[in-house]
Structures are given as structure tokens and as C-alpha cells.
């Protein structure tokens, strides 16, 4: 469940050009000022699209304002990496305290990397933020305005999916200390919680129902509970044409919380059902 912020360390001159953003254009030399002022406070860490408060995701609805309105107010210009050339609205994010950048690893401004992230050769995106002490693995995606906690590993090509459109949606959530496998695809809006294992190749997305395997019960839909492990499943429907199989996710296992991630010990659970991190 999300809510909007009723604060925001935006400014509300966000929300005044946000009600004529249809006559905004990149010759308007004082919107363009706002609009850059506060993506620079999501690019430091100041402000952030969402967090959890009280269990809920909380959406700072300014702030995706202030991105979107980024794409009607900054023209596009030309920029260069070594041999490369780029053509975009957007530049790279230049803010990199305590944070360690392998080649190959690219940020745009306007998204946040916390001091003791490690960036493999790997894609964030706008408005994204990203605790202390996590690693983005190689080939990896951190969508627009996806919220990563601390301590966070995610594996070899995860993709978290991001979403700018509408101003009030909820972005991925990914609380601290989950561990999120290889190829895996969190989209949607979906959460996963904290200290979660989350098995390759799974997808969920907020719509794709969480399962217990002991009791059968359907947890929540788009959302993977606190101190878990979770892979990807199957569960068997009747349609008129016949049965088949819609993807689920499945709880395998509980952990106690704050049970660090025994890597051995992991791949033990997820080998005896047949998955892998």
C-alpha cells in the first residue's frame, strides 16, 4: 500500500509549474532553475521520491513532478565518455561520495548512491536512490525513482523496473538486506522485504500473487514478506481452452530476522527446490 507525502523538501514552486507544465519549454530560464534545484536534492540524498514509514511506502508525488517536469524544461545537448557521444535531456551524475564506480557503470543525475555502494558496470536511472553498503551487480538495472535499502546485493543482471508516470505511483521498494538473484525482475511497484532471498530468474511484479508452500495461503500480491526465501513458480488455473500454468512466487522458507545470508546454507534451501541465487 503507498500514500502520498503530505511534506516534501521540494519547493511548491514544483507544483505551481507542474499546473502549466503544458506551456513549459526549455526557454523558460526560471522554471528550468527550479526544476533543476530540486533534482539536485534527489541527486545528493536531501530529498527522495519514497520510503517506508510505519510499513507503508510513502510517495513524495513533488518529487516526481520535478522529474518529469525535467524532460519539458532541459533542451538536449551533446556530451562525451572517452569515444562515446551522448545526445540527452538528462547528464550524468557527477555526486559520488564514499561510492566506489567501476567502468562501465552508468548513473544519470538525479538519482542517489549512498556512501559504500559499489556500482558493477550497471544502469541507475533518475530518481532512483540507493542505500549505504549496497552492490549493483554487473549488468544490473536500478529503474527511474526505485527505492534500493542498505546493505542490499543485487546479483548479476537483476532488473528493477522504474516508473515516472502518474506523479502518485508507487515505485519498487527493495528494504534493507534483501538479496535479490541473478536475472531475477522486481517491476511494478512491487516490494520485496527486508532481509528477503529472492531466487534467479524470479519475477514479480505487483499483480503476481505471493504464496506459502507450507500452508497454501496466498500472501499478498506484488509483495515478498520480511526474512524469507522466495523463487519463482507456477500455479495451475482451468481455462476453457484447458490448464495451465500462471507464474506466482513462492515463500520456501522463513528466516529469523536479522539471520545473515549463509550463501552455503542458501544455496542448500534453494538446491533441494530446484532454484538458485
Not at 507525502?5 to 528550468?32: F, G, I, K, M
Not at 516526481?64 to 524544461?73: D, E, N, P, S
Not at 511484479?205 to 499478498?220: F, N, Q, R
Request: with cysteine; proline share 5%; net charge negative.
Amino acid at each position: 500500500m503507498s500514500h502520498q507525502s503530505t511534506s516534501s523538501p521540494l519547493p511548491r514552486a514544483v507544483d505551481a509549474l507542474w499546473e502549466r507544465r503544458a506551456e513549459l519549454s526549455p526557454n523558460d530560464a526560471e522554471a528550468r532553475a527550479v526544476v533543476v534545484g530540486a533534482i539536485d536534492l534527489l541527486d545528493t540524498g536531501k530529498a527522495r521520491v519514497a520510503q517506508v514509514s510505519d510499513g507503508e511506502v510513502v510517495v513524495d508525488e513533488r518529487a516526481k513532478r520535478a522529474i518529469l517536469l525535467a524532460f519539458k524544461v532541459l533542451g538536449l545537448a551533446r556530451s562525451q565518455v572517452g569515444d562515446f557521444q551522448h545526445h540527452d535531456r538528462l547528464p550524468l551524475k557527477t555526486t559520488f561520495d564514499g561510492v566506489r564506480v567501476v567502468p562501465g557503470a552508468i548513473a544519470r543525475w538525479g538519482s542517489y548512491a549512498a556512501p559504500g555502494v559499489v556500482l558493477m558496470p550497471s544502469f541507475t536511472d533518475i530518481g532512483a536512490h540507493i542505500g549505504a553498503g549496497t552492490m549493483v551487480g554487473t549488468w544490473a538495472t536500478v529503474g527511474s525513482c526505485a527505492q534500493i535499502g542498505g546493505n542490499v546485493h543485487l546479483s548479476g543482471g537483476v532488473g528493477i523496473g522504474g516508473v515516472l508516470e502518474p506523479p502518485n505511483a508507487m515505485p519498487v521498494v527493495v528494504e534493507d538486506d534483501a538479496l535479490i538473484g541473478s536475472r531475477a525482475m522486481i517491476v511494478e511497484g512491487a516490494r520485496v522485504g527486508r532481509g528477503a532471498v529472492v531466487g534467479a530468474g524470479t519475477i514479480l511484479s505487483s499483480t503476481i500473487p505471493v504464496i506459502d508452500v507450507m500452508t497454501g495461503d496466498e500472501l499478498a500480491r506484488g509483495r515478498i514478506p520480511d526474512w524469507c526465501v522466495a523463487v519463482g513458480g507456477t500455479r495451475q488455473k482451468e481455462f476453457p481452452g484447458g490448464t495451465f500454468g500462471l507464474p506466482c512466487v513462492l515463500v520456501i522458507k522463513r528466516l529469523d530476522p536479522g539471520q545473515r545470508h549463509d550463501k552455503a546454507a542458501l544455496d542448500e534451501v534453494l538446491r533441494e527446490h530446484g532454484a538458485d541465487t
